[in-house]
């Protein structure tokens, strides 16, 4: 179990930082939107790294209380870790082809 909820934390982490390359300023040619409407709702209220900071502190909360909790059962904990990885996992693959296509280093360097 903690190694599903190690790979939900990095894989949110990675989701975070290319999501934040990908909308932190446009790229001349393109129009580059957040796909989650949830987190789009966030940024437009918040702002890209606000919103990206609670979405960071509600994971890892979530995470926590997750490993810690005896009430939910442990085939659930497995299920939901499992599905936020493979969703997860599906949007930083997205995010890095968008990082290619647009020419934008993964590193955050321009």
């Known amino acids: 179990m903690h190694l599903l ?8 982490a990675a989701d975070h930082w290319t999501t934040y ?5 446009p790229v ?3 129009q580059v939107t957040e796909a989650n409407p949830i987190s789009e709702w966030l940024f437009g209220g918040m702002g890209l790294v ?3 900071v609670l979405d960071s502190v509600v994971t890892v909360v979530a995470v926590l ?3 810690t909790t005896t009430r939910v059962p442990q085939l659930a904990k497995g299920a939901f870790f499992g599905l936020v990885v493979l969703t997860t996992g599906y949007a930083v693959i997205n995010n890095f082809e968008a990082l ?3 020419g934008l280093s993964p590193l955050g360097s321009s």
């Open 21 to 25: 390359l990908c909308l932190r300023s």
């Open 28 to 30: 001349a040619g393109w």
């Open 5 to 12: 909820a190690l790979l939900t934390l990095a894989l949110s």
């Open 100 to 102: 290619s296509v647009l």
């Open 50 to 52: 606000p919103g990206l």
């Open 65 to 67: 209380v997750l490993l």
